[in-house]
């Protein structure tokens, strides 16, 4: 049974930090690409970060420079570093691994940046 499980959401102030991370299992870990997706309320889910299974990466602009992805194998798990959050950043986040054709999503996680 697959499992992608995130942790490490809350409440932060505008300017504070986090690190969710997205711990999976079932799953051949290393040859998944995994990304950070995030939905607001009444917004489409968006692309955050993307980390491929050679440990390339991708981010959203709105982004660029704060978040940093990453993974460790060993673990497992995927990163994600959040610096210099916004209030626009508040929003549910997803974890997903992909292995075409295999697709999957975790549960989420909130974070919410207070002003």
């Known amino acids: 049974q697959v499992q992608l499980v995130e942790s490490g959401g809350g409440l932060v102030q505008v300017g504070g930090s986090l690190r969710l991370s997205c711990a999976a299992s079932?799953?051949?870990?290393?040859?998944?690409?995994i990304g950070w997706y995030r939905q607001a309320p009444g917004k489409q889910r968006e692309l955050v970060a993307r980390?491929?299974?050679?440990?390339?990466?991708n981010y959203a602009d709105s982004v660029k420079g704060r978040f940093t992805i990453s993974r460790d194998n060993a673990k497992n798990t995927a990163y994600l570093h959040m610096n210099s959050l916004k209030p626009e950043d508040t929003a549910v986040y997803y974890c997903?691994?992909?292995?075409?054709?295999?697709?999957?999503w975790g549960q989420g996680t909130q974070v919410t940046v207070s002003s």
């Open positions: 997903n691994s992909i292995f075409r054709p295999y697709d999957y």
């Open positions: 079932g799953i051949t870990f290393s040859m998944y690409s």
């Open positions: 980390i491929s299974s050679g440990g390339s990466t």
